[in-house]
């Protein structure tokens, strides 16, 4: 089974940026899709990125497009979110998930109907 890591989250002011980072182990790396998901305090855990196995395929929340991007390096086993023009709404713990399923199934993932999280990273946005 998969086993995740995130990094990367600290306090930033409006406009600034972070890079995100996640660590895997187990399984074969490159047959997982992806993703990152945020969670605000007293939200659901909402979708904001994912990339397919060989990085093929990308997808994005509308939130985020534009300043987001999240990348892979399947030598490394990490996968990578940058996060420019940050503002207080992006502000919110950022999970890891990976599954085996097509990359087009991330998208409508929950922390109810995936079983692959890290711990999560917080990110926090000032104005």
């Known amino acids: 089974q998969v086993q995740l890591v995130e990094s990367g989250g600290g306090l930033v002011q409006a406009g600034g940026s972070l890079r995100l980072s996640c660590a895997a182990s187990?399984?074969?790396?490159?047959?997982?899709?992806m993703g990152w998901f945020r969670q605000a305090p007293g939200k659901e855990r909402e979708f904001v990125a994912a990339i397919s196995g060989i990085s093929t395929i990308r997808y994005y929340a509308d939130s985020v497009k534009g300043r987001f991007t999240i990348s892979r390096d399947n030598a490394k086993n990490g996968v990578y979110l940058q996060m420019n023009s940050l503002n207080p709404e992006d502000t919110a713990v950022y999970y890891c998930?990976?599954?085996?399923?097509?990359?087009?199934?991330?998208?409508?993932?929950?922390?109810?109907?995936?079983?692959?999280w890290g711990q999560g990273t917080q990110v926090t946005v000032s104005s």
């Open positions: 998930t990976a599954t085996a399923a097509p990359v087009q199934t991330v998208r409508s993932l929950t922390a109810r109907t995936s079983n692959a």
């Open positions: 187990g399984g074969t790396f490159s047959r997982y899709a």
